[in-house]
T-cell receptor
Framework: GAGVSQSPRYKVAKRGQDVALRCDPISGHVSLFWYQQALGQGPEFLTYFQNEAQLDKSGLPSDRFFAERPEGSVSTLKIQRTQQEDSAVYLC??????????????FGSGTQLSVL | GQQLNQSPQSMFIQEGEDVSMNCTSSSIFNTWLWYKQDPGEGPVLLIALYKAGELTSNGRLTAQFGITRKDSFLNISASIPSDVGIYFCAGIFGNEKLTFGTGTRLTIIP
């Protein structure tokens, strides 16, 4: 597709439920990032992939969060046993460059997760 | 995680007015960025700054990289309705990841 695609757009989960959020980056983009954006805040880094390798997961808030990109394209962010504080917009971004610090990121529209 | 401080938090202006906002950090950065986020969308890069003191324009937008490397400014001239949204600054230092600011919400009063 022309841009970064994320699904679902909205997800409502009961506390304790597992969720999986999908990101389809721009075709050919090597780098993929996940960000968490709480209401009224800027995005905060979660994790970074270069192709299929997860090179940085320092932003993942707990071991309930897990991300993968097994074939170097589509990525999935999984949150186990969701808690209310996990409610946020989860943004995916991709970049052609092979560096973590590239500013030329293309963001998806995000998945808004609400945990009840 | 660390976030950069942006001010003002929100602005209400009339169409045609100029807008100024800034971003400050306790740490130095060697790249400053400005993004705009529309409701229900991801941020879109507006301007990138790579050198202390640099002044860069993109249409009606002008941004500056502060001399101390701890701040940056964004100006929008002659605002129009489509300027409405949330503006985020972001910084990069060395090999560290992008750090975003807290955002400035711009509303245009008809």
């Amino acid at each position: 597709g022309a841009g970064v695609s994320q699904s679902p757009r909205y997800k409502v989960a009961k506390r304790g439920q597992d969720v999986a959020l999908r990101c389809d980056p721009i075709s050919g983009h090597v780098s993929l990032f996940w960000y968490q954006q709480a209401l009224g805040q800027g995005p905060e880094f979660l994790t970074y992939f270069q192709n299929e390798a997860q090179l940085d997961k320092s932003g993942l808030p707990s071991d309930r969060f897990f991300a993968e990109r097994p074939e170097g394209s589509v990525s999935t962010l999984k949150i186990q046993r969701t808690q209310q504080e996990d409610s946020a917009v989860y943004l995916c971004a991709s970049s052609l460059a092979r560096v973590r610090t590239n500013e030329k990121l293309f963001f998806g529209s995000g998945t808004q997760l609400s945990v009840l | 995680g660390q976030q950069l401080n942006q001010s003002p938090q929100s602005m209400f202006i009339q169409e045609g007015e100029d807008v100024s906002m800034n971003c400050t950090s306790s740490s130095i950065f060697n790249t400053w960025l400005w993004y705009k986020q529309d409701p229900g969308e991801g941020p879109v890069l507006l301007i990138a700054l790579y050198k202390a003191g640099e002044l860069t324009s993109n249409g009606r937008l002008t941004a500056q990289f502060g001399i101390t490397r701890k701040d940056s400014f964004l100006n929008i001239s002659a605002s129009i309705p489509s300027d409405v949204g949330i503006y985020f600054c972001a910084g990069i230092f060395g090999n560290e990841k992008l750090t975003f600011g807290t955002g400035t919400r711009l509303t245009i009063i008809p």
